[in-house]
């Protein structure tokens, strides 16, 4: 099947640095990409859309100057967290849509911890 | 996308069949039931899906009910590591380009 591979799985950064989270579609092209993000014992939640050759769309709420995200081939997106604090400490996850199968494929998921 | 309800957390032994309930009683006629489960700090796995007839794969068997108001995820020999969050989702026309709703799921807990 599709696979949707992420990096890295997890971080470790100081407060006030930026990280950098990559996702990739590994054998399917994929002009949608969606990141999520799941505290702790709760559900994930959508961030924001990433779409290929253009501006990303974010959910109501989500900073989209904090979180910058850049879909820049058929194949990669990246969110980058910027100034991180502890509170932006969370799962992140990213989903690409194979448009010729049924099913949404997932990134493992990056946990990012801000000291 | 149409809302589920799905108990916050089961049992089950291991080597016994797993029934997982999920209620969608404002399902659409073209909205289809997906399940997929996310083992701990992992991303989500898709299980299977269907529309209005029963399914089934090498994974688990989903049931769904006639009115369509609701649906039964099935692990017929659930191991340790099916341990998860299993979610149920419901949404439009499978293959589209569009985001998945989750929320709360289940927490199956396989007891050795």
């Known amino acids: 099947g599709a696979v949707v591979s992420q990096h890295p799985s997890w971080v470790i950064c100081k407060s006030g640095t930026s990280v950098k989270i990559e996702c990739r579609s590994l054998?399917?092209?994929?002009?949608?990409m969606f990141w999520y993000r799941q505290f702790p014992k709760q559900s994930l939640m959508l961030m924001a859309t990433?779409?290929?050759?253009?501006?990303?769309?974010?959910e109501q709420g989500v900073e989209k100057d904090k979180f910058l995200i850049n879909h820049a081939s058929l194949t990669l997106s990246t969110l980058t967290v910027t100034s991180a604090h502890p509170e932006d400490s969370s799962f992140y996850i990213c989903?690409?849509?194979?448009?010729?199968?049924?099913?949404?494929?997932f990134g493992q998921g990056t946990r990012l911890t801000v000291v | 996308d149409a809302k589920t309800t799905q108990p916050p957390s089961m049992d089950c032994a291991e080597g016994r069949a797993a029934n997982l309930p999920c209620n969608h009683s404002?399902?659409?006629?073209?909205?289809?039931v997906y399940w997929y489960r996310q083992i701990h700090s992992q991303g989500p796995q898709y299980i299977i899906h269907?529309?209005?007839n029963n399914e089934t794969n090498e994974m688990a068997s989903l049931i769904i009910t006639e009115d369509r108001k609701s649906s039964t995820l099935i692990l017929p020999h659930a191991t340790l590591r099916d341990t998860a969050v299993y979610y149920c989702?419901?949404?439009?026309?499978?293959?589209?380009?569009?985001?998945?709703?989750f929320g709360s799921g289940t927490q199956l807990t396989v007891l050795p």
């Open positions: 989903s690409a849509p194979h448009l010729g199968a049924s099913e949404a494929f």
């Open positions: 054998d399917f092209q994929a002009t949608t």
């Open positions: 990433s779409n290929e050759g253009s501006k990303a769309t974010y």
């Open positions: 404002t399902i659409s006629g073209n909205e289809y």
């Open positions: 269907g529309l209005k």
């Open positions: 989702i419901v949404r439009p026309l499978s293959g589209s380009a569009r985001q998945l709703t």
